[in-house]
T-cell receptor, first 111, second 115 residues
Framework: KQEVTQIPAALSVPEGENLVLNCSFT??????LQWFRQDPGKGLTSLLL?????REQTSGRLNASLDKSSGRSTLYIAASQPGDSATYLC??????????FGDGTTLTVKP | NAGVTQTPKFRVLKTGQSMTLLCAQD?????MYWYRQDPGMGLRLIHY???????AKGEVPDGYNVSRLKKQNFLLGLESAAPSQTSVYFC??????????????FGSGTRLTVV
């Protein structure tokens, strides 16, 4: 049962473009939501963590938003660079401590 | 800080063989997790631990055992490996259950192939 959906599954953009990655979830008991980056053959690196009481978090060129009512989170990447090429996963954590991960969006930024 | 360290990074097993994957964290985190990652199925929780000496089953525990004898270490064992256990295994830790200000820290993974 898929409780987290990330669309699109893959995305290719030219360097310099701004882009948005989407994460949809069905559990309303969300406590926080975490965005990760995964490079090929590597582990998951945490990018941003948004608490359920927050609307957004920013780190450098990254901005993550959270809308509990619609069950959506977005990761905005400004002025994309080839080094941003990776798979981006979202995971939400419930009040009970349960975590569910999406399958990720694989991003390719072309020079 | 090293964070979360997994050993080995790669391993090939024959069906029926056993092995242990080691996870070590130096952040004094209470919670530790073992996940497997397979194409199209995302990350699935195998077992987890809420503190030294404790273990609990996750979503896909069959065929695996775990132990947490020391707070900093979490071991994942395969007693009789099967081809269905071919996967990438990730260890992760969290400071506490819901970690209001902290999320997961992941290791770099162990790529296991069972032939």
């Amino acid at each position: 049962k898929q409780e987290v959906t990330q669309i699109p599954a893959a995305l290719s953009v030219p360097e310099g473009e701004n882009l948005v990655l989407n994460c949809s979830f069905t559990d309303s008991a969300i406590y926080n939501l975490q965005w990760f980056r995964q490079d090929p053959g590597k582990g998951l690196t945490s990018l941003l963590l948004i608490q359920s009481s927050q609307r957004e978090q920013t780190s450098g060129r990254l901005n993550a938003s959270l809308d509990k009512s619609s069950g959506r989170s977005t990761l905005y990447i400004a002025a994309s660079q080839p080094g941003d090429s990776a798979t981006y996963l979202c995971a939400y954590n419930t009040n009970a401590g349960k975590s569910t991960f999406g399958d990720g969006t694989t991003l390719t930024v072309k020079p | 800080n090293a964070g979360v360290t997994q050993t080995p990074k790669f391993r090939v097993l024959k069906t029926g063989q056993s092995m242990t994957l080691l996870c070590a964290q130096d952040m004094n985190h209470e919670y530790m997790y073992w996940y497997r990652q397979d194409p199209g199925m995302g990350l699935r929780l195998i077992h987890y631990s809420v503190g030294e000496g404790t273990t609990a089953k996750g979503e896909v525990p069959d065929g695996y055992n775990v132990s947490r004898l020391k707070k900093q270490n979490f071991l994942l064992g395969l007693e009789s490996a099967a081809p269905s256990q071919t996967s990438v295994y990730f260890c992760a830790s969290k400071r506490d259950r819901v970690s209001r200000d902290y999320g997961y820290t992941f290791g770099s993974g162990t790529r296991l192939t069972v032939v």
